[in-house]
């Protein structure tokens, strides 16, 4: 019998396969390892495959598109509804086979090798700065304690290096200074180490007609840029800019029943890297506007809003504005975004 729809449930080693025909008679159930799933679906004819939109799950819907299969991949929370039992790999298969059917199904698209190697300079770059901040409140902490005090910010630390390196300085027991120079020498390689990522993010975000188109819009740069160009590769599967604004969480949270609208703070669903570089964008698009009076519609939004709010709806805009110029691949145009 013909297999016409494959539930795949993605693992690091052991896959499970749920497959069905045009009538939706279940015709195999298999378990396969790593090294056996690309020969299983070498043997049969092209057919639909859904997987959970999850770790690898890009490789191996390219994989699978080679060999002539059509790949849609889901959003796991959607998929989760559509098991009838305890979870399990079985469960999880049949639950991707019955989901991938369903007309009303939102589907995420295939990124390709590029897209996801620049997002890998993202995530690492992401790591670092977390692992930077995590050394510099280690540091000032460490100082604290013997009685040197500095501001806050990365570029303060320079008067703690000052206070380290100083061999009069008496506050700081030797004992202590050896270790507190190692975690300078390791802050100094990884602000080296970052400044490198971020120079190949630029480099990549040159050579992108969408990346540069991006970088247009007021409070996005080429690192926020980039990263919006290799997360969404197709604009397309979102119907307006209000949409795209919801998947990054940056809509009101719903509670409604009855008829009656509860609406709450932002939803924060969706990629959570992008929706904090839109906002750290706009936050610099207030200071801006704050100083130059350049916007008036944002000046209006600060006199009536409380700064972390008008920093949301700020960014709101943004992403508005970023998937019409990903969707229509035109600059930004000062006049038209403030109609």
């Known amino acids: 019998m013909k297999i016409t729809t494959i539930g795949l449930d993605v693992a690091k080693q052991v896959f499970q396969v749920h497959g069905v025909d045009d009538g939706g008679v279940v015709v195999v159930r298999k378990r396969l390892r790593r090294s056996q799933v690309l020969s299983f679906f070498a043997r049969l004819a092209p057919c639909l495959v859904g997987m959970e939109a999850c770790s690898t799950s890009h490789h191996w819907a390219r994989e699978l598109r080679t060999l002539g299969h059509e790949v849609r991949l889901m959003p796991p929370q959607y998929v989760r509804a559509y098991v009838k039992r305890n979870k399990n790999d079985s469960a999880d298969a049949e639950a991707i086979c019955e989901a991938v059917t369903r007309p009303s199904m939102r589907f995420v698209p295939v990124k390709t090798v590029d897209q996801q190697a620049v997002l890998v300079m993202h995530r690492a770059r992401d790591l670092l700065v977390r692992q930077r901040t995590m050394l510099i409140n280690a540091l000032r902490a460490h100082m604290a304690e013997f009685g040197v005090i500095t501001a806050q910010g990365t570029n303060k630390i320079i008067n703690l290096e000052a206070v380290l390196l100083d061999e009069t300085e008496e506050r700081i027991p030797e004992m202590a ?122 000046i209006g939004l600060l006199a009536r809003k409380p700064r972390l709010v008008a920093a949301v709806a700020v960014a709101n805009k943004m992403a508005r504005i970023a998937w019409v110029i990903m969707s229509r691949m035109t600059s930004y145009q000062p006049s038209a975004a403030r109609r």
Do not use: M
């Not at 975690?183 to 990522?197: E, M, Y």
């Not at 007609?209 to 197709?234: K, N, W």
């Not at 609208?261 to 936050?283: E, F």
């Open 177 to 298: 200074r050896g270790v507190l120079i190692v975690l300078v020498g390791q802050l100094t390689d990884l602000n080296r180490r970052i400044a490198d990522i971020e120079r190949r993010i630029r480099c990549w975000h040159a050579q992108d007609e969408t990346s540069r188109r991006l970088a247009t819009i007021p409070g996005i740069g080429p690192i926020t840029a980039s990263a919006l160009a290799a997360t969404v590769p197709d604009p397309s599967v979102f119907r307006n800019g209000r949409e795209f604004a919801a998947w990054l969480g940056l809509v009101p949270r719903q509670n409604s029943s009855g008829g009656k609208d509860r609406l709450g703070g932002i939803s924060k669903r969706g990629d959570g890297y992008l929706r904090r570089l839109l906002i750290v964008g706009a936050q610099a698009v207030l200071r801006w506007s704050k100083v130059k009076h350049s916007d008036p519609w944002v």
